[in-house]
């Protein structure tokens, strides 16, 4: 069974970096041909892809949050990190990490985390 588990600060204030982690379980994060995503979803909103990483550790970004965004991982720990730098209300939502598995699909989701940007 593959688990995941978001965990960083439920408050964050306008101006200042968000970072969230995501630990997993029962699936290396560097098994071939899977990849490791971040997916937000606004209140009232839709679901909308961030970034992902793949099992080698190369990242990619949604172009229009890639210049304040980061995704790493330490692979001794089995966990994702998400960096959003210069945060604004609009940032405000459930944020999730999942797994897309060889077809494509988000198979496993962690139960996301609510993050309110406000000061």
């Known amino acids: 069974q593959v688990q995941l588990q978001e965990s960083g600060p439920g408050l964050v204030k306008p101006s200042q970096t968000l970072s969230l982690t995501c630990t997993v379980s029962g699936a290396s994060i560097t098994t071939t041909n899977y990849y490791w995503m971040w997916i937000r979803q606004p209140p009232g909103g839709g679901l909308e892809w961030m970034g992902e990483?793949?099992?080698?550790?190369?990242?990619y970004y949604n172009p229009c949050l890639r210049s304040r965004s980061s995704n790493s991982r330490d692979t001794s720990k089995n966990q994702l990190t998400l960096q959003l730098r210069s945060v604004t209300p609009e940032d405000t939502g459930v944020y999730y990490c999942?797994?897309?598995?060889?077809?494509?699909?988000?198979?496993?989701w962690g139960p996301g985390i609510q993050v309110t940007v406000s000061s």
């Open positions: 990483i793949s099992y080698s550790g190369r990242p």
């Open positions: 999942a797994r897309a598995g060889g077809s494509g699909m988000w198979d496993y």
